[in-house]
């Protein structure tokens, strides 16, 4: 069955730097952009990076841009967010997906990332 396993969250200072991946199962994954999504505590779940297909294009919130990056490898069924410069305002669950598993309802676990000194 489809899994996203999101890991590599933890405690960050400000500015601090947090390698987050996702692996993915159960479907054809080199066949599908990846999203990343966070969600902090009393807000709405937000978009914060895409990467198509063969990882060679990436879009990205106006929020984080410049400072974090997304990418995958189609080998290990795996994409990855880099964020740098981290600030409190990233506190959230970050999760990847894809659109078609969206709208099918499905989402991991997430990740927990928590920026503070």
């Known amino acids: 069955q489809v899994q996203l396993v999101e890991s590599g969250g933890g405690l960050v200072q400000p500015g601090g730097s947090r390698r987050l991946s996702c692996a993915a199962s159960?479907?054809?994954?080199?066949?599908?952009?990846m999203s990343w999504y966070r969600q902090a505590p009393g807000k709405e779940r937000e978009l914060v990076a895409s990467v198509t297909i063969a990882g060679g294009s990436t879009n990205y919130a106006d929020s984080v841009k410049g400072r974090f990056t997304a990418s995958r490898d189609n080998a290990k069924n795996t994409v990855y967010l880099q964020m740098n410069s981290l600030e409190p305002e990233g506190t959230a669950v970050y999760y990847c997906?894809?659109?078609?598993?969206?709208?099918?309802?499905?989402w991991g676990q997430g990740t927990q990332v928590t920026v503070s000194s």
């Open positions: 159960g479907f054809a994954f080199s066949s599908y952009a």
């Open positions: 997906n894809s659109n078609f598993l969206i709208r099918s309802g499905y």
